[in-house]
């Protein structure tokens, strides 16, 4: 058997005051981890035109200074919707799915 | 500093709404019900004629009116109602979560029979069904009581150690509809004494977001329910403290009960609400004529201040309890039930009787009062409840 670690819970005393909660936010939580197949960036075929960046519904496309950087896969749920939306160069995409190596 | 050259003559209705508008709460929502219907339609009209700056909500119900004060209350407003019987009934479901999300709402609610049969006189059904919803409640003895409180329980609901709504009551038409001359503060002296209301969380503070009314199950609920009892146990202090400093400032102090001619007395009674004031009239006349007779009139019932009673208690032989309300073949009704239960904590007890009266409104009178005493100084009392005034 193996351990299962169980975070302990506050106590009323520690506990803000009433039902109150910070602000939620799936940025401290890694939502991406059950992802079977992930995208992968071919930059040589990657034309910056952040078709991927518009589409991604899980704001997993990391840009810096404008330019698409690659993928943040601590979130990506591995949807696809980048490879379908991507328009490559000259025929040939600039995103392709693989499959999650376990 | 008592100054009484602003007595006015006030019913308690008035006394309430002029309360309200002194404080100049940012929301009242509302909706009318005998006998409270003047509170709100007094300050409504404060509201058209521009004495207030309260944004004033005419809801559909007693459920809206409550819930319209929940959403500007976490929003960070000031928000006040008033409510009466079967309005308060409608209430109760939103009761329990103004409570339970620590909202400082202030209702004025005016005592009064539930139906069936329909009765629109003065008995305190109404708030005792509502005892365990995490209100304070607070009864008032007479309009100068109502006026009083109604100011005092703004500081006492928005203290940081408290956060819990309350209901300041009055006896339906007893007090209500009754003119008497009380004393007001000026304007200026409310609006000092209450300040301006600064919560530490609030759902319009866009700069910091935060969530209310999550849903709490098996694993946090019992924390939070914890915390509201610890809640209602400060405002034990609390409520002393701001009725001191109402006391210090404007010349009438206010506790959690008040006590008349008790320290000697060998037999007592004990009851919320404008008969007191009947009760001390019958004292005055008793004692005339020798008898030891005294009061301890319960101002809050929640939090309920048992350590206070044990000590007010303790020396006296025999102590009738008188209940506005039944508890339909429970031991003894409500009020009965507590004191009686924090009594038991004696080593030597007082003999205790319970009396139920007043239902729908029914008179007491001096008589009646008187023969509860002199039933009491024989000493032949049962554990069975009486019920004072009621044909048979």
């Given amino acids: 058997m193996g351990e ?11 506990l803000p005051e009433g039902d109150y909660l910070e602000p939620g936010s799936a940025a401290v939580f890694e939502t991406g981890d059950w992802r079977s197949e992930r995208p992968v960036w071919i930059p040589e075929n990657c034309i910056q035109c952040l078709f991927c960046w518009v589409y991604c519904p899980d704001s997993s496309v990391k840009v810096k200074d404008s330019l698409m950087t690659g993928f943040d896969y601590k979130h990506c749920k591995g949807c696809g919707i980048c490879v379908t939306e991507c328009p490559g160069k000259k025929g040939n995409k600039a995103i392709k799915m693989e499959a999650e190596k376990k | 500093m008592s100054d009484k050259k602003n007595l006015k003559a006030k019913t308690g209705n008035e006394a309430m709404a002029e309360a309200m508008r002194q404080i100049n709460p940012d929301v009242v929502a ?34 809206s009116a409550l819930s319209a004060c929940i959403g500007a209350s976490a929003a960070g407003a000031r928000a006040m109602t008033g409510t009466s019987s079967q309005g308060l009934a409608l209430m109760y479901e ?31 059904s109404d708030t005792m069904c509502a005892r365990d919803s995490g209100f304070l409640q607070i009864y008032c003895e007479n309009s100068q009581e109502a006026y009083d409180s109604m100011i005092q329980a703004v500081r006492i609901c928005e203290h940081p150690e408290v956060l819990l709504p309350a209901t300041v009551s009055t006896d339906g038409f007893i007090i209500s509809h009754c003119l008497e001359a009380i004393e007001m503060l000026k304007d200026e002296q409310v609006k000092e004494f209450v300040g301006t209301y600064k919560p530490k969380h609030w759902l319009l503070d866009v700069d910091h977001p935060f969530t209310l009314g999550a849903i709490d199950l098996q694993d946090y609920y019992f924390e939070h329910k914890r915390q509201e009892i610890e809640a209602m146990r400060k405002a034990t202090k609390v409520v002393k403290e701001i009725g001191q400093e109402f006391g210090r400032k404007f010349g009438r102090s206010y506790d959690m009960l008040e006590t008349y001619k008790l320290e000697d007395a060998e037999a007592a009674i004990v009851v919320l609400g404008s008969t007191a004031g009947t009760v001390k009239v019958v004292i005055d006349e008793m004692r005339k004529q020798g008898k030891k007779v005294g009061l301890l009139k319960l101002r809050v019932f929640r939090p309920f201040p048992f350590e206070d009673i044990r000590e007010a208690l303790k020396n ?73 005034g009621v044909r048979e």
């Fill in chain 1, 4 to 14: 299962i670690k169980v975070a302990r819970k506050k106590g009323w005393k520690e």
């Fill in chain 2, 30 to 63: 509302a909706y009318p019900i005998t006998p409270a219907t003047e509170i709100v339609q007094i300050f409504s009209q404060f509201v058209a004629d521009g004495l207030v700056a309260t944004e004033f909500v005419a809801v559909e119900s007693e459920h």
């Fill in chain 2, 94 to 124: 939103m009761m329990y979560i103004a409570a339970g999300l620590r909202l400082p709402i202030v209702m004025a609610e005016v005592n009064r029979a539930l139906s069936a049969p329909i009765n629109i006189h003065g008995d305190q």
């Fill in chain 2, 316 to 388: 006296i032989k025999i102590v009738g309890v008188m209940d506005r309300h039944d508890g339909y073949n429970a031991y003894v009704p409500p009020v009965c039930s507590e004191v009686r239960s924090c009594l038991y904590e004696l080593d030597k007890r007082p003999k205790i009787a319970s009396y139920v009266y007043g239902l729908g409104g029914r008179d007491i009178t001096l008589e009646m009062i008187t023969g509860i005493y002199n039933e009491l100084l024989s000493g032949k009392i049962s554990a069975e409840v009486k019920y004072s």
